[in-house]
């Protein structure tokens, strides 16, 4: 909570700064008859507000500080909407949204231009805990529109903000709050920008991911908190490639995993920076399970600290407590970590695999501290190979487990190993820094390397 307050305090004195700015054609919604009683659906007065604006060759339509319940809303090319201080509600009835399950969320930009979303901390909320039928730390129990026959199954349920075929995107200095499932989408786009935001939500709500990044270019991400229980930033790669990726400056808290590539990787990933990036109270740090074809190259996560604190879970798909996890059939290549922090329960995995299915080539650990301090789950490993089935029982048993890998070079590296509480010296004895057969592994240095009891 002390975070979030830090954030919407940043936030706050960085969207005063520049809301000077004055927007050529300013379409304000409550001269469209919206009313913003938090109570009366105002999708149609916000809707006929950015059609104007659109149909005026775009600008900026603006929301006063008022809570406006909503269906989906669809932003148009050359449309801004500018929040001050207001709020949009995602209404909750399944009328309120397309019937084609794939749109439902509750802004959404599809094949459009110059579009943001601009706040002086405005709010999207999806509302979702009027989803929730039965709470449960481990797994809630959700309301799902499967009785339709349009959407199958436990996931059916509106996702926030999407954009699909977009160019030029910015969403700033908003507040994202609690979908129903997951929440911000963005989907083949160009040149987009997040920034000075917080999308947060709810442990207790299964799948609600945070930022899903799909087959898009040019995506730029600074300042963001995304607090959620889902993981924090997915990528994949489905119809096409994701380049040129750079999350920055920004803060993930998560169940699942902060940073996850994969699964969904039929195309390239490249490009792709996360730098000065501070993990707390998730069950994993980084994921790459690539394992449908696509290539993975000049990937660098730098200046991270990854606070792990696994939470049990009923459910094998709630990864853990592992900082780096890599488990590829794609070749992977240039792939570095530098100056990396870390605190969990169990290893570091670098795995390509096999030698036939790819390997992972020229990989770089550079000042990277590794903390471990907890044994209990290393001991539980083989519960974990259920996710998927991919996991295929990699779990570590060290420091850091590597297979098929060719070229690896670690210089400055540091394992602590925690002597507190139960973990006395021996509860480590059956722990190695490194674990690997050299038959799987070429070309590995390592420089300046050591390892201690804390
Ligand atoms: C935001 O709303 C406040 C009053 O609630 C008003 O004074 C201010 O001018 C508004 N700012 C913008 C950019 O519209
Ligand atoms: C965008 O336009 C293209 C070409 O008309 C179309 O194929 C695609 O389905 C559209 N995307 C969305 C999300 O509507
Ligand atoms: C519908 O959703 C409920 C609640 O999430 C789930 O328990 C049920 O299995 C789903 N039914 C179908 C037919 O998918
Ligand atoms: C996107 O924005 C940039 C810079 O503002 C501009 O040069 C470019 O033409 C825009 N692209 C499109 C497709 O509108
Ligand atoms: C991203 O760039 C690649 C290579 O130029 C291109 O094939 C792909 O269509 C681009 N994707 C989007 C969404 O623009
Ligand atoms: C990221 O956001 C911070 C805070 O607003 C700002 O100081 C910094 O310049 C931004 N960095 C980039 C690369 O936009
Ligand atoms: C790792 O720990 C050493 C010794 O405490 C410290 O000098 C170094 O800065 C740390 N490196 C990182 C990346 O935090
Ligand atoms: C890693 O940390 C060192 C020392 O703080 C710094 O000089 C260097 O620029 C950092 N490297 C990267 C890639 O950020
Ligand atoms: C480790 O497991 C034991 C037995 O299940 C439990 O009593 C102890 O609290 C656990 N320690 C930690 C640090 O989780
Ligand atoms: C997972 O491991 C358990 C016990 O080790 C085993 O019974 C089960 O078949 C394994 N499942 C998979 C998918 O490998
Ligand atoms: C060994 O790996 C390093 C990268 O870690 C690479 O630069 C070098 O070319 C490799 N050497 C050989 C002989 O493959």
Redesign the pocket.
Known sequence: MALLLVFIITLLSITKSD??TPAAHVFSVTDYGAVGDGNTYDTQQIQAAIDACHAAGGGTV?F??KIFLVGTIFLKSGVQL?F??STILGGTKMEDYPTDPHRWFVVLAENATDVGIIG?LGTIDGQGEKYIEKLDEKSSVMKSWNTTGVCHGDRCRPRLVGFFDCKNVTVNGMILRIPAISNLHIVRCENTFLGDSILESHFYIPHNHGILIEDSNNTFINNTLVDNGGNAITLKTLKGPIFNLRVTESELITKLSAIKFGSGSRFDFNGIIFDNINVYDSHRGITMQLREGGMASDITFSNMNINLDYKGGGKAEWTRAEPIYIVSKSRISNLRFINITSHSEKGVVLSGGSRHEGVLRNVKLVNVNLTFYNTNLTDNAELDNESCGCNQNKQPSAGIRLEYIDGLLIENMLMRWVRSGSNSESAWKNFNTFDFRPSTVNNVSIHSFSSSLD
Request: overall charge neutral.
């Open positions: 809301s000077s603006s006063p500080k500018k001050n201080d002086d």
